[in-house]
């Protein structure tokens, strides 16, 4: 998945996935906090990936682990318009307002409040170069 898209949210929560990503979700996909203050969004295929980096760890730090990052993550089914829900509290924690930004990774999707991403990329770029990233990431 590849792409920076910009999208609003309509009065009810709900974002139109970009076509190009959509294809690649599913109908239905999984959508969790991220790291930092955005949203990771996951194909069926790649939430079970996702899940199983959780295999093998004992139950008390699995449970530590998974409890809060499971309990707000949902499962969001795409609808006949292409668009998702997303949920209050996912967009609380990412701090989304009307506008995204939904950028494809391999692997997953990110959405983004669109200012925020736009400081953060803004931040980035400020700092490295596009040589340096190539060079960081061994290309």
């Known amino acids: 998945m590849t792409?920076?898209?910009?999208h609003g949210i309509d009065a009810k929560g709900r974002l139109t996935v970009p076509s190009?990503?959509?294809?690649?979700?599913?109908?239905?996909c999984y959508v969790v906090r991220g790291p930092k203050?955005?949203?990771?969004v996951y194909s069926a295929e790649g939430w079970e990936k996702f899940c199983s980096r959780f295999e093998g760890q004992t139950q008390s730090r699995a449970g530590e682990l998974?409890?809060?990052?499971?309990?707000?993550?949902?499962t969001c089914?795409?609808?006949g318009q292409g668009r998702i829900l997303l949920p209050n509290e996912l967009r609380e924690y990412a701090g989304i307002g009307k506008?995204?930004?939904?950028?494809?990774l391999p692997g997953r999707v990110e959405i983004w409040d669109s200012?925020?991403?736009?400081?953060?990329?803004?931040?980035?770029?400020?700092?490295?170069?596009?040589?340096e990233i190539y060079e960081e990431l061994g290309l």
Not at 37 to 40: A, G, P
Not at 116 to 131: C, G, L, P, S
Request: charge should be negative.
């Open 115 to 131: 200012e925020r991403y736009h400081e953060a990329e803004t931040a980035y770029f400020d700092k490295k170069t596009m040589a």
């Open 20 to 28: 190009q990503l959509r294809r690649e979700l599913g109908d239905v």
């Open 66 to 74: 998974m409890r809060f990052l499971f309990a707000n993550a949902a």
């Open 77 to 79: 089914e795409i609808d």
């Open 99 to 104: 506008n995204v930004t939904v950028v494809g």
């Open 37 to 40: 203050e955005y949203l990771n």
């Open 3 to 6: 792409g920076k898209f910009e």
